[in-house]
Antibody, heavy 123, light 106 residues
Framework: EVQLVQSGAEVKKPGESLKISCKGSGYSFTSYWIGWVRQMPGKGLEWMGIIYPGDSDTRYSPSFQGQVTISADKSISTAYLQWSSLKASDTAMYYC????????????????WGQGTLVTVSS | SYELTQPLSVSVALGQTARITCGGNNIGSKNVHWYQQKPGQAPVLVIYRDSNRPSGIPERFSGSNSGNTATLTISRAQAGDEADYYCQVWDSINWVFGGGTKLTVL
């Protein structure tokens, strides 16, 4: 069974750093892209970026480039999303999701999602 | 950047057919995917590549895409279909989501 299990909720102060995680299991972690999606309170879904754990090829949404860092450790089947200096506006639910791939192609949709990590940034 | 427009809300009577639209410039030339998100839960893929259902998704869910509008159709709507629905495309740079539509089953 494919599973993406995310780290627990975080409460941080503005200016602090943070790294949240997403552990994949039940499939070949290095063969599928993992994306990150933000959902601010009461709002819609926003794509942040995506990483291919096999070679760490990473792409960012222009809206999030320079604001966050996406990484992966394939030895432990885990992807990460990190901030160096949080702002109150980073308060949101963050989801990781697996990009579907067949044997011949990787179309642009997510077939499995993590349960989400709630990040609250408040002084 | 490419934009997707969805109605904020759609209401449907129990057992009737709900249609949720997703508008975009020449969206018919793109592959459209749909996600269902129930309160407090992660999104779930319900339609991929315009009209395909993942395993486990009821046949009541169907999709179409032509011209400037993609449509998610939910037949014989049930109370359990109440959720937010998001369309999504790839615009060659970004993964783009629509703003979401809240489906209410009356």
């Amino acid at each position: 069974e494919v599973q993406l299990v995310q780290s627990g909720a975080e409460v941080k102060k503005p200016g602090e750093s943070l790294k949240i995680s997403c552990k994949g299991s039940g499939y070949s972690f290095t063969s599928y892209w993992i994306g990150w999606v933000r959902q601010m309170p009461g709002k819609g879904l926003e794509w942040m970026g995506i990483i291919y754990p096999g070679d760490s090829d990473t792409r960012y949404s222009p809206s999030f480039q320079g604001q966050v860092t996406i990484s992966a450790d394939k030895s432990i089947s885990t992807a990460y999303l990190q901030w160096s200096s949080l702002k109150a506006s980073d308060t949101a639910m963050y989801y990781c999701a697996r990009r579907y791939c067949s044997s011949t192609s990787c179309p642009y949709y997510f077939d499995y999602w993590g349960q989400g990590t709630l990040v609250t940034v408040s002084s | 950047s490419y934009e997707l427009t969805q109605p904020l809300s759609v209401s449907v009577a129990l057992g009737q057919t709900a249609r949720i639209t997703c508008g975009g410039n020449n969206i018919g030339s793109k592959n459209v995917h749909w996600y269902q998100q129930k309160p407090g839960q992660a999104p779930v893929l319900v339609i991929y590549r315009d009209s395909n259902r993942p395993s486990g998704i009821p046949e009541r869910f169907s999709g179409s895409n032509s011209g400037n509008t993609a449509t998610l159709t939910i037949s014989r709507a049930q109370a359990g279909d109440e959720a937010d629905y998001y369309c999504q495309v790839w615009d060659s740079i970004n993964w783009v989501f629509g703003g979401g539509t809240k489906l209410t089953v009356l």
